[in-house]
């Protein structure tokens, strides 16, 4: 399936914050607004400005810094939350959220369903009355595990509305890919408005149920830089980036500088205290490392044999781990010549053979592995010299 006109709307600054480790300053906000916009994410997403003085002076920062990126606030269904939002200029929109749960209806907010769609038409009116430039998303926190009926009830009275986005959230990591698909389908016959959905990771579908989302009708998916949010985050960018580039590299490559994704990984992974994880899509330290000898051999003769993504399309590059009992001959007759050492393939055999009886005595590390070629290589040219002296 594919799926061209899409758009990110990236959270970093708002559900990222809510991770635990992160608690950005001023300057770390603007560094992360001008990473990712110069990556092209459409929407950047920062905490409400209700939250403290800092948050509502960083947000007024960020929305005057003139990015490409649009720059959203993202407020509680509540008047006095969107007003504040409304003093800010350079703002392109406005995201509100309201839990349609049952369990948020009791516990959090403790409005009836008719009072959550009167609660929204005061918000969403008075932010289009006042500022009607501003886009208006309508989210349903915890959408998953509220009934179909009130959702539609309360997603159909702002669609009248005229809201430009309605959100689907699976706030707490619930959803399934099918769920989501089938969701998102029923949905998209019965408003006019975009569809966003915002995916928590808690059983690891985040990806695979934002692209569900898109593949049903959704265009805009939010995400984190690295999934950081609440508790294991959310959908992450890179992950994203990487699901969909697989399926349409030409149309990913041309509307995301993937170059930046990396430094974005690094900067943010820094900022919160964490590593990036070894086996994070793109960036993860083993993402382009290849080891078994059948894989060494085909990645040597054409990349695309084993790998989907391109390295190179992340300025990243592809490492081939050749110093292990795994290893083939291929792999090593490849490391012969970075080496400039010419051995014919009975001498590339007999090393391989060498080598793997080396790695089932102890770990090998590449230079172990060096030391025997340039053995090999000198011994071998050694016994030239002696059969050419024979003669
Ligand atoms: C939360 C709110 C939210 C909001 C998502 C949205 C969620 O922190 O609980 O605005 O669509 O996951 O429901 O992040
Ligand atoms: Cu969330």
Not at 237 to 249: C, E, K, M, N, V
Not at 279 to 294: L, M
Request: aromatic share 8%.
């Amino acid at each position: 399936m594919r799926i061209r006109d899409f758009k990110i709307i990236d959270s970093t600054l708002r559900e990222g914050e809510q991770f635990v480790g992160a608690n950005f300053t001023t300057g770390q906000k603007i560094d992360i607004a001008y990473a990712l916009d110069q990556f092209g994410v459409e929407y950047i997403e920062l905490t409400s400005p209700v939250v403290s003085e800092r948050s509502f002076q960083d947000l007024k920062a960020i929305a005057g810094l003139g990015l490409r990126a649009k720059v959203l606030t993202h407020i509680r269904c509540k008047r006095e939350d969107a007003a504040k939002a409304l003093e800010v200029e350079g703002l392109s929109g406005i995201d509100i959220v309201i839990g349609t749960s049952s369990p948020l209806r009791r516990f959090s907010h403790g409005l009836s369903l008719p009072q959550i769609i009167e609660r929204a038409r005061e918000v969403i009116s008075f932010i289009k009355g006042s500022r009607p430039e501003l886009e208006v998303r309508f989210s349903t926190e915890d959408s998953f595990r509220s009934s179909r009926e009130d959702l539609f009830q309360v997603y159909r009275a702002v669609d009248e509305l005229g809201v430009d986005r309605v959100g689907i959230a699976d706030t707490v990591g619930a959803a399934t890919p099918f769920g989501v698909f089938e969701l998102v389908r029923e949905l998209r016959g019965l408003v006019r408005a975009e569809i966003e959905f915002h995916g928590h990771n808690d059983t690891g579908c985040a990806i695979a149920n934002s692209y569900a989302a898109l593949a049903a009708g959704a265009s805009c998916v939010d995400t984190s830089v690295l999934g950081i949010g609440e508790r294991n985050g959310i959908t992450p960018l890179g992950g994203l980036i990487a699901r969909l580039y697989s399926l349409d590299p030409e149309r990913i490559r041309e509307k995301y500088n993937l170059r930046v994704l990396p430094r974005l990984d690094e900067l943010v992974a820094e900022m919160v205290g964490v590593d990036i994880p070894f086996n994070n899509p793109v960036t993860g330290i083993a993402a382009f490392t290849h080891k078994a000898g059948i894989h060494a051999k085909a990645i040597l003769g054409d990349p695309t044999t084993y790998e989907i993504l391109s390295p190179e399309d992340f300025g990243l590059s592809r490492y081939i781990s050749i110093a292990h009992r795994l290893t083939g001959w291929n792999a090593i007759r490849w490391r012969a010549e970075q080496l400039g050492l010419s051995l014919g393939e009975g001498d590339l055999r007999q090393v391989t053979a060498h080598i793997k009886a080396l790695a089932d005595e102890r770990p090998l590390s590449l230079d172990d592995v060096d030391a025997v070629l340039w053995r090999w290589a000198r011994s071998r040219a050694g016994s030239r010299r002696e059969d050419a002296g024979d003669l």
